[in-house]
């Protein structure tokens, strides 16, 4: 069964910092892998989506790792800004023949002007 | 791309009552899911939403409690049945466009439901 934990669970920095969000994975046989944002009461955004074949990709301030066979992925975020602050969910999707993806806790993120 | 609406936006319900979310969806899609997000949790699936056949629910979730529908390939409702307390959620319609293998996943705004 696929556990996925994201360190740190809550984070809170002055603006302008590089940021670095951690996902772990359990179960390395996966499709893909899915950075998601979400604001308080909200749905959630898509950010960054990184196939099992993928080593990276980046959008803008954003950059996501993956290393499947360590099963970690990591979001950077540059320069970081107070529009940024949101909850950061990693969301793993497993090789079985589901299209099930299993969500991360989250990484509750606060930047302060 | 999709845009997803859901309705209600938000509900306070009676214990013992029932309640019918509905998503939209702008464009055909492949797969529509459900999922409930408990306060201070991570998301978890309740189930697929099948056009044309029941849905595929995940473990720990029954048709009886939470009944799917899905006519067509942009429409979908979820029901909440004889609400308790615990039931109070944010319930969340996401949606794979085309490709489930390569394809971003979506999600509507979600409802948000209080059970008194």
């Known amino acids: 069964k696929q556990e996925v934990t994201q360190i740190p669970a809550a984070l809170s920095v002055p603006e302008g910092e590089n940021l670095v969000l951690n996902c772990s994975f359990t179960?390395?046989?996966?499709?893909?892998l899915q950075w998601f944002r979400q604001d308080p009461g909200k749905g959630l955004t898509s950010l960054l989506l990184i196939q099992s074949s993928q080593r990276e990709q980046t959008s803008g301030r954003l950059n996501a790792s993956l290393d499947k066979s360590s099963g970690r992925s990591t979001l950077y975020i540059a320069a970081s800004q107070p529009g940024d602050s949101a909850t950061y969910l990693c969301?793993?999707?497993?090789?079985?023949?589901?299209?099930?993806?299993?969500f991360g806790t989250g990484t509750r993120l606060k930047v302060l002007a | 791309s999709a845009v997803i609406s859901q309705k209600p936006s938000r509900d306070i319900c009676q214990r013992g009552t029932s309640l019918t979310i509905q998503c939209q969806v702008d464009s055909q899609v492949t797969m529509m899911f459900w999922y409930r997000q408990q306060p201070g949790q991570s998301l978890t699936l309740i189930a697929t939403?099948?056009?044309?056949?029941?849905?595929?629910?995940e473990s720990g979730f029954v048709i009886d409690k939470f009944p799917i529908s899905r006519p067509n390939l942009t429409f979908s409702t979820l029901t909440v049945s004889n609400m308790s307390p615990e039931d109070s959620s944010i319930y969340l319609c996401?949606?794979?466009?085309?490709?489930?293998?390569?394809?971003?996943?979506?999600f509507g705004p979600g409802t948000r439901l209080t059970v008194l």
């Open positions: 969301a793993p999707r497993a090789t079985s023949g589901t299209y099930k993806y299993i």
């Open positions: 179960d390395s046989a996966i499709y893909n």
């Open positions: 939403a099948n056009q044309g056949s029941e849905a595929t629910y």
């Open positions: 996401s949606v794979l466009p085309r490709d489930p293998f390569t394809d971003t996943q979506y």
